[in-house]
């Protein structure tokens, strides 16, 4: 499905944008979440209401903020240069074996940063890996991604100087107004009045996909809600599962991003559970703050 005439919609080569349940994961994924206070810095991903009887609704609700998301991702990912997608002559074993949650006795970060909230001084090390792309990953599928102004704030402090000059054009074309306005949105990112934009991820565990001394490539489980609450949205709040794999480059001490890429699942089977009132999702995503995720 296509966003627009630039050319870059869900279909792209190297990651599955259909909806579904993908195949089990090699091992059970845990994370420890440490909570950060009232205040959610980040703002994240996808959606999916309870049983309407409307099936075909389920699938349009799900396509608006999703296929944006996908297609932003596909579009930076698009070009002629390589750039992040090299080893360099770096060499590492993969893992399959999952870890389990228990202490390290390794200090997962060093702070954050006072202007988006990220974390950064990530320890060089397998665990500061993951607790990098756990954290790198709830920005990523925020909805401050939506807003112009705030993107160009994240995006420094996620990647590496090279692969944010390089992303940063893409991802403003990506997440331009006429895609925007097709999932609701204003030219900054906002709702309509009386209604509230959702996109919230939690990371449910990670895998080192391989590791050396100065570059790791790692793939972050999510979950996530994402639509506009709101009497009469079009776009209503909506669950979504996926896995976004992020390749890090240890710069300047921290560990930073030099490309990331999305596929969707492995998701469960959807629960009976009665969907909640567009009023309760608003105050939830108000309310409830969001953490910072450590390995």
Not at 163 to 190: C, F, M, T, V, W
Request: with cysteine.
């Amino acid at each position: 499905m296509s966003l627009g005439d630039d050319g870059y919609g869900g279909d792209y080569e190297g990651h599955e944008t259909r909806r579904g349940r993908g195949a089990s994961p090699e091992g059970h994924l845990t994370r420890t979440r440490l909570p950060e206070g009232d205040g959610d810095p980040y703002g994240p991903p996808r959606r999916a209401p309870g049983r309407t009887g409307k099936p075909s609704r389920n699938l349009i609700t799900v396509v608006g903020v999703v296929v944006l998301l996908l297609a932003a991702i596909a579009f930076v990912n698009r070009g002629g240069d390589n750039n992040g997608d090299t080893d360099n002559g770096d060499t590492g074993g993969t893992s399959t074996e999952a870890r389990p949650t228990a202490p390290t006795g390794e200090r997962p970060v060093e702070g954050k940063n006072n202007t988006t909230g990220i974390a950064s001084g990530f320890a060089k090390s397998e665990q500061g890996a993951q607790s990098a792309a756990a954290n790198y990953a709830v920005a990523l599928a925020s909805a401050d991604m939506y807003n112009r102004e705030r993107r160009h704030e994240i995006v420094p402090q996620i990647f590496t100087s090279a692969a944010a000059a390089r992303l940063q054009p893409r991802l403003d074309k990506a997440y331009s107004a006429a895609s925007l306005e097709k999932i609701g949105l204003d030219a900054d990112g906002k709702a309509a009045d009386g209604m509230t934009y959702v996109s919230r991820t939690a990371p449910l565990g990670t895998k080192v996909n391989k590791i050396s001394g100065t570059s790791a490539t790692v793939a972050v489980w999510c979950t996530g809600v994402f639509g506009t609450a709101g009497e009469g949205s079009k776009n209503p709040v909506t669950n979504d599962w996926f896995t976004l794999t992020l390749k890090l480059r240890w710069v300047n001490n921290d560990w930073k991003a030099e490309s990331y890429s999305q596929k969707a699942g492995p998701a469960p089977v959807n629960s009976d559970r009665t969907a909640s009132t567009a009023d309760e999702i608003a105050k939830a995503v108000e309310q409830y703050g969001g953490f910072t995720y450590a390995r």
